[in-house]
């Protein structure tokens, strides 16, 4: 014998089902637009990935080709320049030095001179005890080490301003 109670359980438990079932399928109605909206976010990447693929990689491409042949032309500049530079602070070096080397030269002339206009009796004397030597030797030494700060002061001016002009040129070529 089924009862009403049993009947209306049934029914219940028909109508739960029923409800369940809805409720699954409007989970999967929503799961399914958004979905729908994911494939359409991501056909529209591969559209705009493919535009680029046909279109936009080749502007870039020919772009990226343009500045590697600019940074090569400037690295290219920057060795000649470079090169230059080296030459001529050499040359400035073996200028100073043939100066410092000549300037020497006068300096044992005329202390030469001076030895010989004093070759006297006296000075013989004075040579033998060696204090006008020991003297001339003093200021001989002194303008020597004057004249080597002098030529270092100026290789290291020279220096620097061979690193200001290859500053500027780098600047020149990087405009």
Do not use: P
Not at 3 to 23: A, C, H, P
Not at 47 to 76: C, M, Q, T
Not at 130 to 139: G, S, Y
């Amino acid at each position: 014998v089924v009862t009403r109670d049993d009947v209306e359980e049934s029914l219940k438990g028909v109508f739960q089902f029923v409800k369940d079932k809805e409720q699954l399928l409007q989970d999967l109605r929503s799961q399914i637009e958004e979905t729908k909206k994911k494939i359409a976010e991501k056909q529209r990447e591969r559209d705009y990935w493919f535009e680029y693929k046909n279109v936009g990689s080749k502007i870039h491409a020919e772009r990226i080709s343009s500045l590697e042949k600019d940074i090569a032309d400037v690295k290219y500049e920057l060795e000649r320049t470079e090169e230059y530079y080296r030459e001529a602070l050499q040359l400035v070096i073996e200028e100073n030095q043939k100066l410092f080397d000549r300037h020497m030269k006068l300096l044992s002339e005329e202390a030469l001179k001076k030895a010989v206009g004093y070759l006297d009796k006296n000075c013989r004397r004075e040579i033998e005890e060696n204090e006008w030597l020991k003297e001339e030797v003093k200021i001989y030494r002194k303008e020597e080490k004057d004249l080597k700060a002098s030529v270092q002061l100026l290789e290291e001016e020279n220096t620097c301003l061979v690193a200001k002009v290859i500053d500027i040129k780098l600047q020149h070529l990087r405009v």
